[in-house]
């Protein structure tokens, strides 16, 4: 009988032995319950418990933020949690395991009665904005992959930046550009450095919004970027202006080579004004400092369109500086432009709160020469007197537009030999232009070769230099007589 009770007795405890050894071995269902951007460093203490201001609890029933570029750690707290066998990210970007720590030395160092496992989170730069799902041991987090926000376009003081192309401009000075007031404009001779100087703005120095360049995600540490067409143009006649969301530029009289045209050819710059950037991830806690990712890098470049025909760009730069984009002229555009245009670059759809631009490109004068008839001859010259004709590269202006013209002399010839005037001036209303030459038929004149330049004013002065006027030299060909229609005999009348 006494058998029979211990057997029976038994029989009642190895099932619940048994159940308290599976309790032991695998606890119950785990369940997280805050999630902090940056771990405890191991040996440290929590500043504060862990449910005190956490990046995310899990009540707030929404993912995890998490910018595009975080390559760090987080950490998440819950009972259980710390037995994880392993993380993983289902989306972009991949997670790890990387310790667990149990809830009686989080108890110790003050971080609360918990578990917590820290993992290890990478999201590329470039990655667009979506969701993914974390997921470890047992349970899963939503996850929302964030860039940063545009908040607005604007043209970048960096297109004041650049050494003068004279060869004997100072070198750029050190530092980041300051902030100035106004607008922003080339200042003739000075140069323009990564420091701002005379040579950014026409007193204050450069301004410099949006662009980080470095990994903190400070504003306030703006990239030195290649040499732009502001920080040279003045040296040569022209003038850079950047008034809001207007870059104008006022191009010089002349396009020459060795100097003109590698100034005209450098970029101008414009960047995106970007928001916050964080997520729930990154900062300090107790030894541990996680810089956030760099905006410039994890911005998804905005695209333009417009007529930018002549123009290279707009083109994004390269990491880090991926908040920027530069455009340019082409040599072709640069050596013959004449007039003005202006070229709007309106942001595609679907780039967010990126902003309309406006590029002025004008030069003074505002019109030149295009084609130039009636020299040279086309045949015997038959008179004096000979009209000459041209049309402009723009439409003429209301009021028309004054021409000058000259002649000038080839291999020793004198036009004041051989002409009754060597120059002149007229107003064209139309979209022909004409005047007359008139040879004096003087001896050593005929055969002779002339220059004949034709130009448009600038402040009441002729402009005889490309791309503005034209010139055509010419042979004058001696004075024919003009050929008479062949003699037709007519038939006799009879007497």
Avoid at 155 to 174: K, V, Y
Avoid at 285 to 308: E, H, L, W
Wanted: contains cysteine; neutral net charge; hydrophobic residues 35%.
């Amino acid at each position: 009988m006494r058998i029979d009770r211990n057997a029976n007795l038994a029989r009642m405890l190895i099932p619940a032995l048994a159940l308290a050894g599976f309790a032991w071995s695998a606890p119950a269902h785990a369940e997280w319950e805050t999630v902090h951007g940056a771990p405890i460093e191991p040996g440290k203490s929590c500043p504060s418990p862990h449910e005190r201001d956490p990046k995310l609890r899990n009540s707030d029933n929404r993912p995890l933020d998490i910018p595009a570029g975080f390559s760090n750690e987080i950490e998440i707290y819950g009972h259980g949690v710390d037995l994880s066998p392993s993380a993983t990210l289902a989306g972009p970007g991949t997670a790890h395991r990387e310790r667990g720590v149990g809830g009686g030395e989080n108890g110790a160092r003050g971080c609360g009665n918990i578990g917590s496992l820290v993992v290890k989170i990478k999201v590329p730069y470039g990655t667009p904005p979506g969701t993914a799902t974390l997921n470890f041991g047992s349970e899963s987090m939503p996850v929302r992959i964030i860039t940063p926000s545009i908040l607005r376009t604007e043209w970048s003081p960096q297109t004041m930046q650049g050494r003068s192309t004279l060869g004997n401009g100072p070198a750029p000075a050190q530092g980041a550009p300051g902030t100035p007031t106004g607008p922003i404009t080339s200042t003739q001779g000075q140069g323009c450095g990564p420091g701002g100087g005379p040579g950014c703005n026409s007193s204050t120095g450069a301004v410099s919004t949006g662009g980080t360049g470095s990994g903190s995600g400070s504003l306030d540490d703006p990239p030195r970027l290649d040499d732009a067409l502001g920080g040279c143009i003045d040296d040569i006649g022209g003038r850079a202006t950047i008034a809001g969301a207007i870059l104008t530029i006022d191009m010089p009289p002349g396009r020459g080579d060795a100097i003109e045209m590698p100034c005209l050819t450098r970029p101008v710059y414009f960047n995106v004004v970007m928001g916050e950037y964080r997520g729930d991830v990154g900062g300090f806690r107790a030894g541990m400092i996680q810089p956030y990712p760099d905006r410039g890098k994890a911005v998804i470049p905005p695209r333009y369109s417009g007529n930018t025909s002549g123009l290279t760009g707009p083109t994004a730069l390269v990491d880090p500086n991926r908040d920027f984009q530069s455009i340019r002229m082409t040599a072709d555009l640069a050596r013959t432009f004449v007039g003005e245009r202006r070229i709007t670059l309106a942001p595609a759809s679907g780039s967010g709160g990126a902003s309309a631009l406006t590029l002025v490109i004008r030069t003074d004068p505002g019109n030149g020469i295009r084609n130039v008839e009636g020299v040279p001859f086309g045949g015997p010259r038959t008179s004096a007197r000979f009209e000459v004709r041209f049309d402009f590269a723009q439409s003429t202006r209301a009021g028309g537009e004054q021409v000058f013209w000259r002649l000038r002399p080839v291999g020793g010839s004198n036009p004041g030999t051989c002409f009754v005037a060597t120059t002149g001036g007229l107003t064209v209303s139309g979209a022909i232009g004409r005047f007359t030459l008139e040879a004096t038929e003087r001896a050593g004149c005929a055969d002779a070769s002339f220059a004949l330049d034709i130009g448009p004013s600038r402040a009441g002065a002729a402009v005889f230099q490309a791309p503005f006027a034209r010139t055509v030299t010419f042979p004058l060909p001696a004075l024919s007589a003009p050929s008479l229609p062949p003699r037709v005999d007519l038939p006799r009348r009879p007497n």
